[in-house]
């Protein structure tokens, strides 16, 4: 791509204004794109005591994003304000979430209540020991803390983001594809109690990690993410793999042997989150795969994608007005709005760190009976936005812009009042 050059003629000479070329990396040469410092293009130095205008114009854009969010949840107020303010503070996953971080979990693999025949023990535990403990420092409120911490996980994560971006890409780029995800539709979770938030600045944190060669950074985030949410943790470490096999294999440079074997300090850290509640869970039940048994207890299991065709596409066809379809409406809509990133994604990959991770990131979900294709898993899968924020950034495509963001919004608002209301449209 061209780059346009600030430089300005001599008083007195009419010469064409000149461009610089600049020459991308291919996509999947790490050594110019992930393993070199020299490679990150050069950004303006903001003035001493003042924070960079790509932070101020991240946190900003996140906070828009978090009004609508709001104003959507009052508009369903209006809609059908709840018996309860808990029938929707800890709807869905966050019921589990906040349930361990009241109670710990099960001695027993079994379920919670008739009401709810599923385990605690199917939820990793960082996040809900983070939600306890900042609630015992706000007096005992985990509901309080669950939202107040996602709010301030959610932030930070946009920060993340635009930092990977800016790393591999151009500033305009990186602010662009910032202005897409904040507003992706999907980000509705990261104002409940989920875990996504926490999930996904451990893995912006340790692709950026990467990018910077920080080993053990890299591998004590990706333990922590491991700790967190499985499916985002199973990427992280697909791309830790990726940067590490090419850091090892890359010809000698006059370092030593020792300074060569350094990037697997990264690979033997990042197993560590999820050993330990692998081994947490087998000595609190006496079972060697606790978590793996209450997961089964959610039906989740690998069948490629079969669940997906036959229960989605079947509420449908057989009874439309099934509460099962709200659920298939919004992960067709999914499915929709992945095909449209993909087409980008293909024409304009990224560079190959960040291409394994969206990959994995997306496949392990949709190969899972109980996951899916959902939009959220989309919104985990954050650099598969890359491409299309750097062909939206043109000039001449400003309107265009304006236009997909609007239905970004539009699908935000609905698929936050549809979380709230309806029956199974869970997201």
């Known amino acids: ?72 949840g009052l508009m369903a107020v209006g809609i059908a304000p709840p018996a309860r303010a808990s029938n929707w503070f800890e709807r869905w996953d966050s019921f589990w979430y906040l349930e361990i971080a009241r109670h710990g979990y099960p001695s027993v693999i079994e379920p919670l209540s008739q009401d709810r025949p599923y385990s605690p023990l199917a939820f990793f535990p960082l996040w809900p020991l983070l939600v306890r403990g900042t609630g015992n420092l706000i007096g005992g409120h985990p509901t309080i803390a669950a939202y107040l911490l996602n709010f301030l996980l959610a932030g930070v994560l946009a920060l993340l983001v635009r930092m990977v971006f800016a790393r591999v890409t151009d500033d305009r780029t990186a602010d662009v594809a910032v202005l897409l995800y904040v507003f992706f539709p999907g980000t509705n979770v990261f104002s409940a109690a989920y ?94 795969l606790a978590w793996r048994e209450a997961e089964q207890l959610f039906g989740n299991h690998i069948d490629f994608g079969r669940s997906f065709a036959t229960d989605v596409s079947g509420a ?71 491409p299309l924020a750097g062909w939206l950034r043109e000039r001449g495509r400003e309107t265009l812009l304006g236009v997909v963001v609007g239905v970004e919004a539009s699908l935000l608002v609905g698929f936050t009042m549809m979380h709230l209301l309806a029956t199974l449209a869970f997201p």
Request: proline letters at 10%; one cysteine or more.
């Open 1 to 72: 791509m061209l780059v346009e050059s600030d430089d300005r003629p001599p008083a007195g000479r009419a010469t064409p204004r000149r461009s610089r070329p600049v020459v991308d990396p291919p996509a999947g040469d790490l050594s110019a794109t992930l393993l070199d410092p020299s490679s990150r293009r050069a950004t303006s130095t903001p003035r001493k005591g003042r924070l960079p205008r790509g932070v101020v114009r991240a946190f900003g854009l996140y906070l828009a994003s978090r009004v609508l969010v709001w104003l959507a």
């Open 195 to 288: 875990s996504e938030p926490l999930a996904l600045c451990l893995a912006a944190g340790t692709l950026l990690a990467l990018l910077h060669r920080r080993w053990w950074v890299a591998g004590i985030l990706a333990a922590l993410a491991g700790a967190t949410r499985p499916p985002i943790a199973m990427a992280v470490f697909a791309a830790l793999a990726w940067v590490v096999l090419a850091a090892v294999a890359r010809p000698a440079t006059g370092e030593d042997g020792l300074r060569r074997l350094r990037p697997l300090i990264a690979p033997l850290l990042a197993p560590l989150g999820l050993v330990a509640f692998a081994v947490y869970g087998w000595r609190h039940t006496g079972h060697p």
């Open 316 to 386: 449908i066809a057989e009874n439309v007005r099934a509460p099962a379809t709200g659920l298939a409406v919004l992960v067709w809509i999914s499915v929709a709005i992945l095909l449209v990133l993909a087409v980008f994604f293909v024409l304009r990959l990224p560079p190959a760190m960040l291409v394994v991770y969206t990959v994995v990131s997306l496949v392990v979900p949709a190969t899972t009976s109980a996951l899916m294709p959902k939009v959220r898993f989309l919104a985990a899968a954050f650099p598969l936005i890359l």
